[in-house]
C-alpha cells in the first residue's frame, strides 16, 4: 500500500516562505507521477503542482510563478517550495500520486496532509 509521509507545514506571514516534503514508501517513486493538492475549509481538493517521471511539470494556475515542485527520486522525496504566500493558499496540502503511477484522471493516493496557515 502506497504511503505518503507530509512534512514542513505550518504558521507564515503574507509574503513569506515554506518548503513542504513528501516521503514516498511501498512505489516506484522515480516512476510516479507525483503531485501536490489542497483543500482549504469549505473548498473541494485541487491539484496545485503535479510533475512527471521525466520531470515534466504543470501548475494550477493560482500558484503558477509562485510554487515550486521538485524531486529526488535517489531520496524518494517530493518537495514544493512556496514562495510569496498569500492568506488565500491557506489549506491542508496533501502529496498525492496516482495508484497506477501514470497521472492520468484525478489522483487517488494521498497522505495525511500538512496544514499550511497565512496569515499576519
Known amino acids: 500500500q502506497v504511503q505518503l509521509v507530509e512534512s514542513g507545514g505550518g504558521l507564515v506571514q503574507p509574503g513569506g516562505s515554506l518548503t513542504l516534503s513528501c516521503t514516498a514508501s511501498?512505489?516506484?517513486?522515480?516512476?510516479?507521477?507525483m503531485g501536490w493538492s489542497r483543500q482549504a475549509p469549505g473548498k473541494e481538493r485541487e491539484l496545485v503542482a503535479r510533475?512527471?517521471?521525466?520531470?515534466?511539470?504543470k501548475y494550477a494556475d493560482s500558484v503558477k510563478g509562485r510554487f515550486t515542485i521538485s524531486r529526488d527520486n535517489a531520496k524518494n522525496t517530493l518537495y514544493l517550495q512556496m514562495n510569496s504566500l498569500k492568506p488565500e493558499d491557506t489549506a491542508v496540502y496533501y502529496c498525492?500520486?496516482?495508484?497506477?503511477?501514470?497521472?492520468?484522471?484525478?489522483?487517488?493516493?494521498w497522505g495525511q496532509g500538512t496544514q499550511v496557515t497565512v496569515s499576519s
Open positions: 511501498e512505489i516506484m517513486f522515480s516512476m510516479h507521477v
Open positions: 510533475i512527471t517521471s521525466g520531470g515534466r511539470i
Open positions: 498525492t500520486t496516482w495508484a497506477d503511477g501514470l497521472g492520468y484522471g484525478p489522483p487517488n493516493c
